[in-house]
């Protein structure tokens, strides 16, 4: 059953992000925007966030977005390249903050606490809520000090043992530990790129975060290391709250249990992940999963 949240009138100022006759059309349908299909809430959310808009400069990116990010499951973020799903999950752990043009407006809490909020120091907030990113990006340090990294500033051990326990707790979660026990001083570059995201991946769990958000995470990999990963993100789901996004709906489709397609910086639809790709609610959801654009 599909709910329809009806947003307050806003403004469609957002570009098309495609050029020529394809792109005016989508304009138009998205000027004919109701409201996003299906129900954007979850029963247990780890975070919520409510009527976000996001501007680089004049331009919108993300339009009157709102979405509850669910605990132990992965919601999937699905969409024409350039529809703002990178905008809408740096604006999670305020990633964005780090963009001079970039403003954002609405209202994000993580466990009920505003995450925008002034007195709210972002360090932590992004140890709560991490990040992987497209291309795996280990520190020039070593394996061992990639993910002791994290806990030692954020003073989560007492002494040399307790960093040791979460480094070994934390390579083993992100599947990784057998591969490297017997090298954690060599440099965390000299992995190979698969385990390099492996090893990214255990930098984040290294501080307990609460959310994991997760950009193009495999884009950079090749098909075996993009199976470990995703089974990975498979067991790492109990533990943890989860937003991918990805470009390959057969992904999406394999890792998540809830998928969230945007269309022009609107939040077009969003249910089970079965649901949006067999029986879609909107004709831009259809006609993307479709792959009649995108
Ligand atoms: N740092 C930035 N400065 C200015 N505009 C930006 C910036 N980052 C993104 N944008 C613009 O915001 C819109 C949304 O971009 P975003 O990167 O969020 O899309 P995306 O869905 O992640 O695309 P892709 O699938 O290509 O990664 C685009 O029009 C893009 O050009
Ligand atoms: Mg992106």
């Known amino acids: 059953m599909h709910t329809t949240i009806q947003y307050m009138a806003a403004e469609n100022t957002l570009a098309p992000a495609v050029s020529g006759d394809g792109g005016q059309a989508l304009a138009e349908d998205s000027r004919d925007f109701a409201g996003t299909v299906g129900d ?23 339009i009157d977005t709102s979405l509850d990010i669910g605990k132990s499951q992965v919601i999937s973020m699905i969409g024409p390249s350039g529809c703002g799903k990178s905008t809408f999950i740096r604006c999670l752990n305020r990633m964005n903050d780090t963009i001079d043009s970039c403003r954002v407006t609405g209202d994000i809490r993580l466990e009920g606490q505003n995450i925008y909020d002034k007195k709210l120091d972002v360090v932590p907030l992004r140890a709560q809520v991490g990040m992987v990113f497209q291309k795996p990006n ?10 002791a990294y994290g ?44 385990q390099q995201q492996r090893l990214c991946i255990a930098r984040t769990i290294a501080v307990s ?26 067991e790492l789901r109990q533990h943890y709250a989860i937003a991918i996004v990805t470009h390959s709906m057969q992904q999406a489709a394999r890792v998540s249990q809830r998928t969230a397609y945007f269309h022009l910086g609107r939040l077009i639809e969003v249910g089970a992940t079965d649901d949006i790709f067999t029986n879609p609610g909107h004709r831009l959801t259809e006609d993307y999963i479709t792959g009649r654009f995108g």
Request: some cysteine; overall charge negative.
């Open 138 to 147: 280990p520190f020039p340090k070593s394996i061992y000090d990639n993910v």
């Open 151 to 194: 806990p030692r500033i954020h003073g989560l051990a007492e002494d040399k043992q307790g960093v040791d326990e979460i480094v070994e707790t934390s390579l083993s979660k992100a599947g990784l530990w057998d591969e490297v026990k017997d090298r954690l001083g060599e440099p965390g570059t000299g992995l190979s790129g698969g």
């Open 40 to 62: 954007v809430t979850v029963a247990n959310p780890a975070m919520t966030a409510r009527n976000v808009n996001v501007w680089y400069g004049e331009q919108q990116a993300i």
């Open 209 to 234: 975060p609460e959310v994991i958000l997760m950009d193009e995470p495999c884009s950079a990999l090749d098909p075996i290391a993009t199976a470990t990963i995703e089974e990975l993100i498979d």
